[in-house]
């Protein structure tokens, strides 16, 4: 009955490498996110997908692009990962698009770029 | 954009105290303010919210109050508990922005 799933929970991989994080969401939302927290604990939103359509996308480089098949999934492909690209990515959903409406986040994918 | 700020960073307080988590944002549009618990190695989830309209709001132990003037929101939680443990984000969003823009983040340790 997991709400917010990710996968995988733990990737560890080298510089330079292309990586996949796979987010799924069985609440019936509309609208879903990817979030990076830094070590420093810091949570900045990258990208918003409102049924299936980018909504938001906040200045990450290019390297990162996120894909939405149908409104229940939103995938996030980062080519040529960097050490700076280590953090812990959630993934979220919302019932609406707004600042109302709660966000769920996933359980995190912990990337660890070597 | 918004830009958040989040004090203190860090929080330690006796069992049964209170703890107080302030925050203040830019954006004077801003009209939504949830706060977020993170226990470690959790995810985040929402504790309590507020809108700009409500100028304070409770629940059980916990409490957020909101003055739009001064652009400041604080969280409060009475009668700490070692389960109250964990990092705490206050978030700023507005209608426009459709988006949550967050603090840095308390970590408050509940001594017991």
């Known amino acids: 009955d997991t709400a917010v799933s990710q996968t995988p929970k733990y990737l560890v991989t080298q510089m330079g490498n292309d990586k996949s994080i796979k987010c799924e969401q069985n609440l019936g939302h509309d609208t879903m996110y990817w979030y990076k927290q830094d070590s420093k604990k810091f949570l900045k939103i990258m990208f918003s997908y409102n049924n299936k359509e980018l909504i938001i996308n906040e200045t990450v480089p290019n390297r990162f692009s996120p894909k939405s098949p149908d409104k229940a999934h939103l995938n996030l492909h980062i080519n040529s990962l960097e050490l700076g690209d280590s953090a812990v990515y959630f993934c979220a959903s919302s019932q609406g698009q707004g600042p109302y409406y709660e966000q769920y986040f996933g359980p995190g994918t912990r990337l660890t770029v070597t | 954009g918004e830009n958040v700020e989040q004090h203190p960073s860090t929080l330690s307080v006796q069992e049964g105290d209170s703890a107080v988590i302030k925050c203040t944002y830019s954006d004077s549009a801003s009209n939504y303010f949830p706060w977020y618990k993170q226990e470690l190695g959790k995810r985040p989830q929402l504790i309590i919210d507020i809108r700009s309209n409500v100028g304070e709001k409770k629940d059980q132990r916990i409490a957020v109050t909101l003055n739009k003037t001064a652009k400041h929101f604080s969280l409060h939680i009475t009668e700490t508990q070692p389960e109250d443990s964990a990092v705490y984000f206050c978030?700023?969003?507005?209608?426009?922005?459709?988006?949550?823009?967050f603090g840095g983040g308390t970590r408050l340790m509940v001594k017991p």
């Open positions: 978030a700023a969003s507005s209608n426009a922005g459709n988006m949550l823009t």
